[in-house]
T-cell receptor
Framework: NAGVTQTPKFQVLKTGQSMTLQCAQDMNHNSMYWYRQDPGMGLRLIYYSASEGTTDKGEVPNGYNVSRLNKREFSLRLESAAPSQTSVYFC???????????FGSGTQLSVL | KQEVTQIPAALSVPEGENLVLNCSFTDSAIYNLQWFRQDPGKGLTSLLLIQSSQREQTSGRLNASLDKSSGRSTLYIAASQPGDSATYLCAVKRSGYSTLTFGKGTMLLVSP
């Protein structure tokens, strides 16, 4: 059982480049999330999808877009990367919004 | 705005000790509280979830308690082992909100 799978694990971008982080879960969960983790800041929610077909902004959505492609997949797109977006990005899922979270292993992103 | 504080930021103990990690939150109108474990370079693993109506939850050597009125939760680890070394985070879900607020974590080192 793979759980939550994120790709890529590492990425280096130049300022202004775009990229998409992919996330897939195989637990038939309804809700999916994107977080970023920065030293001294803790985890902060970027966007979430309560159920297939819906997406909502979290605490720090600026500079990001998301797509809930289907029930399994939830992608995060950086249209024009900035150094401030250097971070570790985690995808997570839960059966419903209020329930236990399951996390992927993270993507370490550096924007130069 | 909900704020979640974890004290201490770091803790070092010898193997076999019982220990307590603390989590405090400013808004007592919470829906639930989760404790997570994060190993270096890895994602988060949910350890325990306590609903607002509960006082405690137990899983093996772990026991989490919740006191909503005082805005506190504790994670008790019995008979600590080197394999318990990790960062422990608590996260609070406020009633009426869809998202979690995370603390910055307590880094635990258990020495053989």
């Amino acid at each position: 059982n793979a759980g939550v799978t994120q790709t890529p694990k590492f990425q280096v971008l130049k300022t202004g480049q775009s990229m998409t982080l992919q996330c897939a879960q195989d637990m038939n969960h309804n809700s999916m999330y994107w977080y970023r983790q920065d030293p001294g800041m803790g985890l902060r929610l970027i966007y979430y999808s309560a159920s297939e077909g819906t997406t909502d902004k979290g605490e720090v959505p600026n500079g990001y877009n998301v797509s809930r492609l289907n029930k399994r997949e939830f992608s995060l797109r950086l249209e024009s990367a900035a150094p401030s977006q250097t971070s570790v990005y985690f995808c997570a899922s839960s059966r419903q919004l209020d329930e236990k979270l399951f996390f992927g292993s993270g993507t370490q992103l550096s924007v130069l | 705005k909900q704020e979640v504080t974890q004290i201490p930021a770091a803790l070092s103990v010898p193997e076999g000790e019982n220990l307590v990690l603390n989590c405090s939150f400013t808004d007592s109108a919470i829906y639930n509280l989760q404790w997570f474990r994060q190993d270096p370079g890895k994602g988060l693993t949910s350890l325990l979830l306590i609903q607002s109506s509960q006082r405690e939850q137990t899983s093996g050597r772990l026991n989490a308690s919740l006191d909503k009125s005082s805005g506190r939760s504790t994670l008790y680890i019995a008979a600590s082992q080197p394999g318990d070394s990790a960062t422990y985070l608590c996260a609070v879900k406020r009633s009426g909100y869809s998202t979690l607020t995370f603390g910055k974590g307590t880094m635990l080192l258990v020495s053989p």
